[in-house]
Nanobody, 119 residues
């Protein structure tokens, strides 16, 4: 089992940057694909970006491509999300989640961290 804890959220002005971290506990962290999702009020949760167990393959949704970058450090059991050029529409609760590699099923979730971008 893997437990995930997000940190790094906060309030930032439009055009600014934030770096979110997802810290994992559990010895099998490197077996999991890790994804970052977000959910804004009244909207469905959406997958923004994901990284495979090795860090060699990533996915980015069109809405964040070129602005957000995902990376992982298996030695430290962490996954980071660097968010640049933030927009007010990026305001949401951000979650990291883990899926057993190759399944696409996210079964472990963090509690979320709020990101608010002011205009």
């Amino acid at each position: 089992q893997v437990q995930l804890v997000e940190s790094g959220g906060g309030l930032v002005q439009a055009g600014g940057s934030l770096r979110l971290s997802c810290a994992a506990s559990g010895r099998t962290f490197n077996r999991y694909t890790i994804g970052w999702f977000r959910q804004a009020p009244g909207k469905e949760r959406e997958l923004l970006t994901a990284i495979d167990w090795s860090g060699g393959s990533t996915y980015h949704a069109d809405s964040v491509k070129g602005r957000f970058t995902i990376s992982r450090d298996n030695a430290k059991s962490t996954v980071s999300l660097q968010m640049n050029s933030l927009k007010p529409e990026d305001t949401a609760v951000y979650y990291c989640a883990g899926a057993v590699s190759g399944t696409g099923q996210y079964i472990y979730w963090g509690q979320g961290t709020q990101v608010t971008v002011s205009s």
